[in-house]
């Protein structure tokens, strides 16, 4: 019985190794090497992922994001990589990690994108990793610690195959991507500089799967806040809409912002007031997210306030947004006023380019090699904002190389641990040619 149970294995051990090598009969001897050692390591990198996620790291907790960035720090010297920390006092953030490898002069240049940070602070009750058979639940798991333990596992993939000696490499994994600091300018002034050093971009945030289909994320759109305030002449409610005083301040922001609903929308634009309010003597707090506000039901209202986003897919459309916007504010009614202003430090727009396109193709060509079904590209609109934007203009990049999730960024976030698989090797696979064509 027991010799007879060894030949079954051994058979099953053998099929399962024919049908590895006959869909990955397209790679190449190092490829293939790269395949069998992500599947090799996925417990190690299962293990990794749920180190991490243990320990908190929402923005506004310092010494969890610099934890974290110890651990990927202990991941990537061993590598061949150059790491540093980057404190970001000067924008009341923790830092970023930034991690260099050289390789060979005149190959690509690549650039590595992910972030150390959650939306989960510390006193999130949200904070364990828990394994669920084939996925896994926890704060981050998808967003963006599945995305390092991605880039962990494709980089180990590579060093055990010889490919990753000859790539040139930097990593920026940023302390602030779920709450940048500010200014943004300051945030975002050592990612902005490898995205000019760099020939690709790589974004590891997650995978989205639409339909059943794992999506390729050649664009992404931008983030905007905007704040309204209209005024009006106050005095007793039996006197409003005459020539003397008018419409009132809540008339008057009602009127904008509808006509923002109607006159506004066009393709890829997405635009919504978050918060409002509107009386005598309206106050909002410091951050912009809480607002007071008193009057009564005979007067007539001081003032309004109101405070949302838009989102654009190009820098072009963002423009022209914000001058239809200032058009319909400025059209104010009788015995009001009006002003809108925009929040510095919004996120651009990556807008869908020939490159990006064409660095799908080749990604593409590497899922027929895997045996995977080609990725069509993602609508963008299915696609938030991110900080590969801040080098969109520069180099061409892809996103979405990160592990692929559901829930992100609410208690419950669940991962699927299968896609450290199949996402590791697509990376690893995909680096290495990239990196000497």
Same mark, same amino acid.
């Given at each position: ?31 293939? @090497?790269? /395949? ?8 190690? &990198? ?65 650039? #590595? +994108? ?37 880039? +962990? ?15 040139? +490499? ?20 050592? #990612?902005?500089a490898a995205g000019k050093r760099a020939d690709v971009a790589l974004d590891f945030e997650g995978l989205v799967i639409d339909a059943g289909r794992d999506m390729g994320s ?19 409610? &039996? ?50 997210? @809480? ?21 654009? #897919? &190009? ?41 990006? @396109? ?29 900080? +590969?934007?801040?080098? /969109? ?23 699927? #641990?299968? &896609? ?12 290495? @040619?990239?990196?000497?064509?």
């Open positions: 019985m027991l010799r007879a149970t060894k030949s079954f294995l051994t058979v099953v051990a053998l099929a399962t190794s024919l049908v590895a090598s006959s869909a990955y009969a397209q790679l190449s001897t190092p490829e293939k @090497r790269m /395949a069998n050692v992500v599947d090799s390591e996925f417990e190690r &990198s299962v293990s990794l992922l749920a180190k991490m996620v243990d320990q908190n790291s929402g923005t506004m907790n310092f010494a969890g994001v610099k934890a974290i960035g110890i651990m990927m720090r202990a991941e990537l010297e061993p590598l061949g990589f150059t790491v540093m920390w980057k404190p970001m006092t000067a924008t009341n953030r923790a830092g970023h990690l930034i991690a260099t490898h050289k390789g060979k002069a005149g190959n690509k240049r690549l650039l #590595l +994108i992910g972030h150390l940070d959650t939306v989960f602070e510390k006193d999130s009750p949200f904070q364990k990793f828990i394994r669920k058979g084939e996925e896994a639940e926890g704060p981050g798991a998808g967003d963006d610690k599945g995305g390092m333990v991605v880039m +962990i596992a494709a980089l180990r993939a590579m060093k055990a195959a010889d490919t990753l000696k000859t790539a040139n +490499i930097e990593i920026i994994l940023t302390g602030d991507e779920e709450d940048a600091g500010d200014p943004i300018e300051t945030a975002r002034e050592d #990612l902005i050649i664009a992404r759109r931008s983030s905007n806040s905007w704040t309204l305030t209209a005024t009006g002449k106050t005095g007793h409610s &039996s006197l409003i809409f005459g020539s003397e005083y008018g419409d009132g301040a809540i008339n008057e922001i009602v009127r904008i912002l509808a006509r923002f609903r109607y006159e506004l929308p066009e393709t890829n634009l997405t635009f919504n007031t978050g918060l409002i309010a509107g009386g005598t003597i309206v106050t909002l707090d410091p951050q912009s997210i @809480r607002a007071s506000a008193s009057g009564k039901s005979n007067i007539i209202p001081a003032t309004a306030t109101a405070r949302g986003d838009f989102r654009t #897919l &190009s820098d072009e459309q963002t423009k022209r947004v914000r001058a239809k916007m200032e058009t319909i504010v400025a059209a104010h009614a009788p015995v009001t006023s009006a002003t809108i202003s925009f929040d510095p430090g919004g996120y651009p727009a990556m807008a869908p380019t020939d490159g990006n @396109r064409a660095l799908l193709t080749k990604l593409n060509r590497i899922n027929i090699d895997l045996g995977l079904p080609e990725m069509a590209p993602l609508d963008p609109l299915k696609r938030g904002a991110g900080d +590969i934007s801040f080098v /969109a203009d520069d180099v061409d990049g892809l996103v979405g190389l990160g592990t692929a999730s559901r829930g992100d960024h609410a208690p419950g976030e669940t991962v699927s #641990l299968t &896609s450290i698989r199949r996402q590791a090797k697509r990376a690893a696979i995909l680096m290495s @040619r990239l990196s000497t064509k």
